[in-house]
């Protein structure tokens, strides 16, 4: 099992430009998470799914859109890029619960400029 | 409403013990443990759910005590492996949104 792939590891982009984040699991856990870590201020919640289908907001979801359509995959959208979305993104899975145990994708690390 | 975490960083030299601290103002139905390691992905620790158990394996070991609202991770005999940064996080209901805390930077010398 490969366990939670992000693709790509690293990025550049300038302000306004969009770009998806790729997420996927191969342990067929239904519960998918994403964070965003920046330095002094640990994980924070973006978005979180329960399903395939459903999705819900965590703590700072502004600026960021996304959809399950399978189980095994979880995209992150930039709409709009800005320098305050500068930060190391985890993607995450969990099996019995959204937050139970949860496996931590290798994350992106994304830079706008 | 972040949990917050103590001490920020702590620096140990093998075989000695620690001990992390992880406390909210908010009552919470459980406490979530990760250590990250440098440029890698948070690693699963633990769970406490509310009820006052303590849980732990190896030489890591954590308690919860609800009517402080706090955790802590206890390592004991501590070797070079457990450097790294320790993460809590906490739900105030169950599947209720994850708050992680700042973070713990843990440092074993030989």
């Known amino acids: 099992n490969a366990g939670v792939t992000q693709t790509p590891k690293f990025q550049v982009l300038k302000t306004g430009q969009s770009m998806t984040l790729q997420c996927a699991q191969d342990m067929n856990h239904e519960y998918m998470s994403w964070y965003r870590q920046d330095p002094g201020m640990g994980l924070r919640l973006i978005h979180y799914?329960?399903?395939?289908?459903?999705?819900d907001q965590g703590e700072v979801p502004n600026g960021y859109n996304v959809s399950r359509s399978t189980t095994e995959d979880f995209p992150l959208r930039l709409l709009s890029a800005a320098p305050s979305q500068t930060s190391v993104y985890f993607c995450?899975?969990?099996?019995?619960?959204?937050?139970?145990?949860?496996?931590f994708g290798p994350g992106t690390r994304l830079t706008v400029t | 409403q972040q949990p917050v975490q103590s001490p920020q960083a702590v620096i140990l030299r093998e075989g000695e013990d620690a001990v992390i601290n992880c406390s909210s103002s908010?009552?919470?139905?459980?406490v979530h443990w990760y250590r990250q390691k440098h440029g890698e992905a948070p690693v699963f620790l633990m769970i406490l759910l509310k009820g006052g158990e303590q849980k732990g394996h190896d030489k890591i070991s954590a308690s919860f005590n609800e009517k402080k609202q706090q955790s802590s991770l206890y390592l004991t005999a501590s070797q070079l492996s457990y450097s790294g940064t320790y993460f809590c996080?906490?739900?105030?209901?169950?599947?209720?949104?994850?708050?992680f805390g700042a973070g713990t930077r843990l440092t074993v010398k030989p």
């Open positions: 799914s329960v399903g395939a289908g459903i999705t």
């Open positions: 995450a899975s969990s099996y019995s619960s959204p937050y139970y145990e949860q496996y």
């Open positions: 908010k009552a919470l139905y459980s």
């Open positions: 996080g906490t739900e105030r209901s169950n599947n209720n949104d994850m708050r």
